[in-house]
C-alpha cells in the first residue's frame, strides 16, 4: 500500500504515520518525489489499516499496490531509480559498461585489464574473488586476496568495483573492499544473503536466477529493499532452457519487462547469458538495443589461460570492438554513453 501525504503536511504529520505504522508491526519507506511524499508501506496489511490512515492529519490517500513486489515496483515509484556506484550513475537513461575478468586471477592481469576498460571508456571493473563453480573442483577465487587486488586495479585507473560475495558472513569483507556487492544467479533467492547485503550501505548488483520468473526475480529485490537498501541494479544473465547451442539463454525481452514493472536500473550479462565469446557482442548490442541501462562483459588478457569462463571471456582487441560497437547502438537508440 502506498500512502500519499498532502503537499502541506507537517513532519510532525508524517512522523505520526510513520509512528502508526511501527506500531501496527509494519514498515513505512519515504519515497521523496518531484510533487509529493509517498510512503510504501510493506508487511502484513490487516483490513483497517486504509481508513485507520485516511483519518490521520496530513494524509491525502492510500492507495493499494496490486503487485506481489511492492517496493521494486513502478507503482510505487513511476520514476527510474539511478543507482550511484562510486561516481557513475546506473540507470536514468544512459548506458554503463562493467567489464573485466571472471576471476582476479594474477595482479599483473588484473591491471591490464582495467587499463583496457578504461581506456575503452568502460564505467565499473569487474572481478570475482568468490567464485561460484559449478565443479568444486575447479578454481574458487582468491578471495580476500582477490579482492585486494581487484580495488588496487580499480583505484590505479579511477574505476569503481564489483565483486560477488556468496555467504552472509561475507558481506562486510567485500564490502570494505569493493563499491558494487554481486550477488549471483545460484544464490539470487538465498533470502539470508539478501538480507544482509540490505542492511548494507553498498549498492547490490542481483543477477537473475536462471530458473526464476521475472516476477520472482523482483521478489528477490524486495528482500534487498524491505531491508532499507534502496540501491539495488538488475541483471539479466541468462536463464535454463532446452538449448544447448548457447550456455543460457539471455531472457532480452525480460529486459524491457523488469524496466516496466519495476523502477529499478536493469543491465545485462551477456557472457553468462550465452558463455560463447562470439555470442557476446551480438548480445550486448540487442541489449542495449532493447532497453538495457548498461552491460556487463568478461573480457581477459588471455582468455585461453583464464582460471574461470575463458569460453566465454573476450579478448582485449574483440572487447576494444565490442565496446565501440554498443557504443554506435546506445548513440542510436538515444542512450548516451555514461559519463563520470
Ligand atoms: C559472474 O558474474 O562471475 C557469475 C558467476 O555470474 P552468474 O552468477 O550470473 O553465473
Ligand atoms: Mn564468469
Redesign the pocket.
Known amino acids: 500500500m502506498m500512502v500519499v501525504m498532502k503537499k502541506d503536511h507537517s513532519p510532525q504529520e508524517l512522523q505520526a504515520v510513520l509512528d502508526h505504522l511501527e506500531g501496527g508491526g509494519l514498515s513505512g519507506h519515504m519515497i521523496i518525489g518531484v510533487e509529493r511524499k509517498v510512503i510504501g508501506v510493506v508487511g502484513q496489511i490487516y483490513p483497517e489499516l486504509s481508513d485507520e490512515l485516511r483519518a490521520l492529519p496530513g494524509v491525502d490517500e492510500t492507495v493499494p499496490i496490486s503487485r506481489p513486489y511492492k517496493l521494486a515496483s513502478r507503482e510505487l515509484r513511476p520514476h527510474d531509480t539511478i543507482v550511484k556506484v562510486g561516481d557513475v550513475e546506473v540507470g536514468g537513461g544512459s548506458t554503463v559498461v562493467i567489464a573485466g575478468q571472471?576471476s582476479v586471477d594474477t595482479p599483473d592481469q588484473m591491471l591490464a585489464t582495467a587499463k583496457v576498460v578504461k581506456e575503452s571508456g568502460g564505467h565499473i571493473l569487474?572481478g570475482?574473488a568468490f567464485?561460484?563453480r559449478s565443479s568444486p573442483h575447479a578454481f574458487r577465487g582468491l578471495v580476500e586476496e582477490g579482492l585486494r587486488i581487484l580495488a588496487e586495479a580499480g583505484a590505479a585507473y579511477g574505476l569503481p568495483t564489483v565483486s560477488?560475495v556468496m555467504d552472509p558472513r561475507d558481506v562486510e569483507v567485500v564490502a570494505e573492499h569493493v563499491d558494487l556487492l554481486?550477488i549471483?544467479?545460484?544464490n539470487a533467492q538465498n533470502y539470508f544473503l539478501l538480507d544482509e547485503v540490505g542492511n548494507c550501505n553498498k549498492p547490490v548488483l542481483l543477477?537473475r536466477g536462471m530458473a526464476c520468473s521475472v516476477e520472482e526475480w523482483l521478489l528477490c529485490a524486495e528482500y534487498v529493499l524491505a531491508r532499507g537498501n534502496p540501491n539495488v541494479i538488475l541483471?539479466e544473465?541468462g536463464i535454463r532452457t532446452f538449448e544447448t547451442g548457447t550456455r543460457f539463454t539471455l531472457d532480452v525481452a525480460a529486459i524491457p519487462l523488469a524496466k516496466r514493472l519495476s523502477h529499478l536500473p536493469v543491465v545485462a550479462?551477456p557472457s553468462?547469458g550465452t558463455g560463447r565469446w562470439y555470442l557476446v557482442e551480438p548480445m550486448a548490442m540487442a541489449s542495449v538495443a532493447a532497453g538495457a541501462d548498461g552491460v556487463?562483459i568478461?573480457v581477459h588478457p588471455n582468455p585461453d589461460k583464464a582460471l574461470s569462463?575463458g569460453a566465454q571471456s573476450l579478448t582485449f582487441a574483440n572487447f576494444r570492438r565490442l565496446m565501440e560497437r554498443v557504443r554506435a547502438v546506445s548513440e542510436t537508440v538515444q542512450r548516451p554513453f555514461a559519463c563520470v
Open positions: 571472471c569487474r570475482g567464485k561460484p560477488e554481486q549471483g544467479t545460484r543477477k541483471c544473465r550479462d553468462h556487463m568478461e569462463d
